[in-house]
């Protein structure tokens, strides 16, 4: 039986494709490639990994006729049309949860960041100036955070808020109430959320 020919259309850590190796051809393209200049590389691909930078979509689908597995390294697949790939019996997979820690780590830096002052602290101490007073900044402790999607993303940033002791409301109208239980998450509809939250970060797909 041939090996399958996968083609990753953007750069991805090559340690990380070693298992891949083993049983498939793998292409991998250094850098994001226009579509005349993709489209011919793919022509013979059994299979795609893409991150954000490559649109899936009709036409690119339709440059890959072999194709019949797409793999997303990343959490969403706003950028891969699903409509045209189940059309032609194409499989999307994703890495479902893959950087949710990340991701809620990101959110606390940037908080942190955000209510401390710290770039604007940083600015003034590299310019020589010592303003303390200026730079007080805000605590985390006590305000009301409002979560949108309580998902896996949305699930890692509940518990790291309560750590830091916040007040956790959240809006998601497809997870049932013992999620929202499991997180200490008062469920609020969007309206309300927005008029409660000190603080309001979306972790949701981007669909119409």
């Known amino acids: 039986m041939p090996r ?12 990380s494709m070693k298992p891949l190796e083993a049983v498939a051809d793998v ?7 226009p579509p005349e200049e993709l489209y011919p590389l793919i022509r013979e691909a059994d299979a795609l990994i893409t991150r954000s930078g490559t649109r899936v979509d ?22 891969i049309d699903l409509d045209a790939a189940t059309e032609r019996g194409v499989i999307v997979v994703n890495v479902a949860g893959g950087n949710a820690v990340a991701v809620a780590e990101h959110v606390f830096g940037t908080l942190l960041a955000l209510l401390r002052k710290l770039r604007e602290a940083d600015g003034s101490v ?12 805000d605590e985390l402790r006590g305000k009301v955070l409002g979560i949108v999607g309580l998902g896996r993303i949305g699930g890692e940033v509940a518990t790291r808020a309560r750590a830091f002791r916040m007040r956790i409301i959240a809006c998601d109208p497809y997870i049932p109430a013992s999620r929202f239980e499991a997180f200490e998450a008062e ?21 119409d």
């Open 27 to 33: 292409t991998y393209l250094e850098r994001l490639l």
């Open 187 to 207: 469920p609020v509809d969007f309206d309300r959320l927005l008029e409660q939250a000190d603080i309001v970060t979306i972790h949701t797909p981007l669909t």
């Open 4 to 15: 399958p020919h996968v083609v990753v259309t953007e750069p991805l850590p090559r340690e």
């Open 58 to 79: 009709r036409d690119l689908l339709d440059a890959a006729p072999r194709v019949r597995v797409v793999g997303r390294a990343g959490v969403g697949v706003d950028n």
């Open 126 to 137: 590299r310019a020589g100036e010592w303003k303390r007073s200026r730079f007080v900044g």
